[in-house]
């Protein structure tokens, strides 16, 4: 049990849809990052915010979008959704430079 | 140039044998360095981070850094079939944050 929750575990979203994913990060951890997994690679940064302010940003357009609350949650949102966004996306919580990894959302994109 | 690069693998080793896992990257400036496993299906889950003013032991695992050459490497002694999964070697792009990862070298341990 990592103290990184995330929801939903499993999702399937149509082409042109919108969604998103959340993330409760541990007590006092103030950044938090957002990762996308496509099956075979590793984990590619989405963006990070901390103390709710984006500070970081990777290759991803703007259709991904996020937002970290006072309560240490953070929302990962998706507009019209494309065939390769199926993917695991994966929230990261981190102190003192150690990232912990919640279990990750399962998107596929039909 | 990638910025963390791993030999996707597969890598078997028999159990009880030593298994060596190797990542270069890019950034000279790099302080710090992480490993996760990754099991089928589940979230990375980090086992090891050392930084650049020396080598690290924990366990069955050793994380080695040559920064003259730019790597760095992770051992796992009496290899397991539990140990089996994929590593992620991890580096942070600026600072401490946020982290860029290499693909991932796939172990298989065999009983």
């Known amino acids: 049990e990592t103290g990184v929750t995330q929801s939903p575990t499993h999702l399937i979203k149509t082409r042109g849809q919108q969604v998103t994913l959340r993330c409760s990060s541990q007590s006092g951890h103030n950044t938090v990052s957002w990762y996308q997994q496509a099956l075979g690679q590793g984990p590619q940064f989405i963006f990070q915010?901390?103390?709710?302010?984006?500070?970081g940003r990777g290759n991803f357009p703007p259709r991904f979008s996020g937002l970290q609350f006072p309560n240490y949650s953070s929302e990962l949102n998706v507009n019209a959704l494309e065939l390769d966004d199926s993917a695991l996306y994966l929230c990261?919580?981190?102190?003192?430079?150690?990232?912990?990894f919640g279990s990750g959302t399962r998107l596929t994109v039909v | 140039q990638k910025e963390v690069e791993q030999n996707s693998g597969p890598l078997s080793v028999p159990e009880g044998a030593i298994a060596s896992l190797n990542c270069t990257y890019s950034d000279r400036g790099s302080q710090s360095f992480f490993w996760y496993r990754q099991y089928s299906g589940k979230s990375p889950e980090l086992i090891m981070f050392?930084?650049?003013?020396g080598d690290k032991e924990d366990g069955r695992f050793t994380a080695q850094l040559n920064k003259a050459s730019q790597y760095v490497s992770l051992l796992i002694r009496d290899s397991q079939p539990s140990d089996s999964a994929t590593y992620l070697c991890?580096?942070?792009?600026?600072?401490?944050?946020?982290?860029?990862f290499g693909k991932g070298t796939r172990l298989s341990v065999i009983a």
């Open positions: 050392i930084y650049s003013n």
């Open positions: 915010y901390y103390r709710e302010e984006e500070n």
């Open positions: 990261a919580s981190s102190e003192a430079g150690g990232y912990t």
């Open positions: 991890a580096v942070p792009r600026s600072g401490n944050t946020p982290l860029v």
